[in-house]
């Protein structure tokens, strides 16, 4: 059930940030879910070949509920992360108005 309170507010957060920049809403939504989900697999990948590296076995021992709350911040990190370099990069991109009312009825 936290599970999908999260991809709510995930999918929540990218929604308003595609609403305000006038891009695909779901196409982002659906963007940053994933970006959560490819957080969670990349940063169990790494965890998951250190654990074997310095204690060989010692990862089937561990509950799998416990290895879920484990990851969760490594998949909220890996969401923000993509979301600021979202709101970053179309910022920069963001057309100035005042420049493209200036420049109407002026010849090139």
Do not use: H, Q, R
């Not at 308003?16 to 891009?23: D, H, M």
């Not at 204690?55 to 509920?65: K, L, M, Q, V, W």
């Not at 290895?67 to 969760?72: K, R």
């Amino acid at each position: 059930m936290l599970g999908l309170v999260l991809l709510y507010w995930i999918g929540k957060y990218f929604y308003k940030l595609a609403e305000v920049y006038n891009k695909s809403k779901w196409g982002f939504v659906i963007l940053g879910i994933l970006s959560y989900y490819s957080g969670i697999l990349l940063f169990g990948f790494i965890v998951g070949i250190l654990f074997e590296l310095f204690s060989p076995g010692a990862i089937d021992g561990i509950n799998d509920t416990l290895l879920g709350i484990l990851f969760l911040p490594f998949g909220i990190l890996s969401c923000y992360l993509f979301y600021k370099f979202l709101e970053k990069t179309w910022e920069k991109n963001k057309p100035n108005l005042m420049e493209s009312i200036d420049e109407i009825g002026k010849t090139s």
